[in-house]
């Protein structure tokens, strides 16, 4: 029983064997792996109102209300292209 048990073992870890192999396996883990730092606390350095941040909110908005307002046209063609129903049952793409 014992030998059987040794024979089965050898042949499960025969392909560890293989450095390519293993390599393949540290490097999956090392950018698999997660390091979470529970011992240095954050610190904060600045709270409060940031004029800039809110110009940069402003202007990101309305870029985006231009560019809805430039391609309504298009937006509404492709509204109207994916609400068709196929015969499949899935919107019409081309």
Known sequence: MRQSAAKLIR???Q???EPRLREKILDLYAKADQVI???SADELME???NAESLE???GLVQSFEQFISDHKDEI??????YSRPTSSGSPTRT
């Open 56 to 58: 940069q909110a402003r």
């Open 47 to 49: 709270a409060g109102f």
């Open 11 to 13: 042949g499960a870890v």
């Open 15 to 17: 392909p560890l064997s």
């Open 76 to 81: 509404t063609v492709l509204q109207i292209l």
């Open 37 to 39: 730092d529970s011992v």
